[in-house]
């Protein structure tokens, strides 16, 4: 496909990722489009498209729910006016939605709305866009289909595949999704028959597994696919539906076997100094770094005591803290790091690790809260005095020699006792 082929596109759900993306891409093209349409449901509130709007005149940011007949409506008499008697090349039906993922089977509610946003969406758009997809092939390539021409992409999900179900099933139960999907798949087929007496080329694309807020982490996924021993599971640890929703999962994987440890990792730190710090901010970091550990160790408890009881050996929780959660590094190391809502719920969760040590003791359950020293992360920076291969590498060691006299201990990743 070359750069001048493509005279205009329209794009749904270009608020965020892939449809952002998509948007941003064809503005940098060397030739790009005269008309880029990038539809969202809430144009005010997509600030990205809004500072590209700045700098592009061929970009048009328009009002497009796809599951609401008017608003659709409304987008294409808008759009025929800035084309202003010439036709559309291409749609992109790229707005979707994943209800979460699941080994239950789904409700109503979430099967129609993933049908309506997945499925119903991308045909009324396109059935809507019809008469502009179709004039723009007059105006394009005589002899061939082709983007240039006219062109409508399905951005579908390798989850509709029926021919994949068994391999990904379990690790991506998205039954909502999947259905939506291997419709949309199938409507693909259907329109590309329909319309190719008019010229007009149909395809469903899958993106690949992308990060984006529906993607999540790519790099675990290529992990994963080296390594059958690494389940992906998708856990939000502040949401009970879907920690109850993993722990199905980890079950089913286990296969009747238990869990020997578990290891509280997820946390945020937010930099609020004694001045900046809000009661909002407060409680969120208090939700992801106490609340979460706290509910998904709830609901793993059961696999953590059956493991002893069965094996007569201990299992074990490691919950990733932090000496800035030392109340009596307090005075030494303050200044440096005036983080009040991290400090305060590290020391909160050694507290959890101290509950859980002496709580589960009799179920021959092990707790300790581990300091994995400052890491080049995300999180630590780029100064940080430790690689992640570093922290990790000796975390390993703590683990792999662990014993009933560390549980309630609060260590350092060398294993070195760390105040209080
Ligand atoms: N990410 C992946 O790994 C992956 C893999 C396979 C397929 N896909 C497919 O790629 C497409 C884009 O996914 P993504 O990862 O970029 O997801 P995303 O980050 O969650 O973005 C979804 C976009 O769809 C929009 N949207 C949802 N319902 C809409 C509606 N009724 N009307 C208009 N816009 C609506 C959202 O708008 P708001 O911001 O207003 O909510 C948002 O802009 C989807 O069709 C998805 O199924 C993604």
Redesign the pocket.
Known sequence: MSDEMIASVLV??????????LVKTFLKRSKPPQHVFA????PT??QELIDLDKKHSNLHIIQ?????QE?VKAAYNEVKEILNGRGLTMVI??????CGLSLEMPSYEQMMMSY???TV?PLIVTEEFIPLLKQATQEGPKDKMCCSKASVIN?????GSLSKIPNVFLSFPAIP?SCS?AALNMLTRLQAETYKKDGILFVAI???????????P?ELKKFSEKHENVIVIRLDSTDSASINATVKQVEKHLNGKNLDLLINNAGVLNPQSLETQTAEDMLQVYNINVVGPMLVTQAFHHLLKRYGEESNAKSAIIHISSLLGSIEGVPKMFSSFPVISYRCSKAALNMLACCHAVGYKQDGIISLAIHPGWVRTDMGGSQALLSKEESVGEIMKIISSLNETQSGTFVDYKGIHTPW
């Open positions: 749904t759900g270009s608020s965020r990722g892939i449809g952002l993306e539809t969202c449901k809430n509130g997509a497009l729910d796809t599951t609401n608003s039906n790229n707005a979707g939605i994943n309506k946003t997945n969406g951005i579908t999900s390798e989850l999704y999907k899958h993106p690949g597994w992308v990060q984006t807020d529906m993607g999540g790519q």
